[in-house]
């Protein structure tokens, strides 16, 4: 059975920053497309970082040169390092991990919430 288990959120002063970790169990990560994902209050949950199986990354334009997505296959465990945080962060955020790399059928974390105040 997969789980995935994130933690590291918390409240920050904008500028500031955290490092979200996600645990996987039930899966070998380096197989799997893996990624964040967010949602603020009212708004749809939005693709932050992906990272494939064969190590190749994106993000999302918003996030772009603030925020790091990194993977221990050892450890399996996803990362996403957030600089320079903007009140325009603050949501649920979730991991995600797909086989192949399709969100429909991912597997999902119960998130951890990231608050930036101003």
């Known amino acids: 059975q997969v789980q995935l288990v994130e933690s590291g959120g918390g409240s920050v002063e904008a500028g500031g920053s955290l490092r979200l970790s996600c645990a996987t169990s039930?899966?070998?990560?380096?197989?799997?497309?893996m990624g964040w994902f967010r949602q603020a209050p009212g708004k749809q949950r939005e693709r932050v970082a992906i990272?494939?199986?064969?190590?190749?990354?994106s993000y999302a334009a918003s996030v772009k040169g603030r925020f790091t997505i990194s993977r221990d296959n050892v450890k399996n465990t996803l990362y996403l390092q957030m600089n320079n945080l903007k009140p325009d962060d603050t949501g649920m955020y979730y991991c995600?991990?797909?086989?192949?790399?399709?969100?429909?059928?991912?597997?999902w974390g119960q998130g951890t919430q990231v608050t930036v105040f101003s």
């Open positions: 995600a991990a797909a086989n192949p790399c399709s969100w429909d059928s991912a597997d």
């Open positions: 039930g899966l070998t990560s380096s197989n799997y497309c």
């Open positions: 990272i494939d199986s064969d190590g190749s990354i």
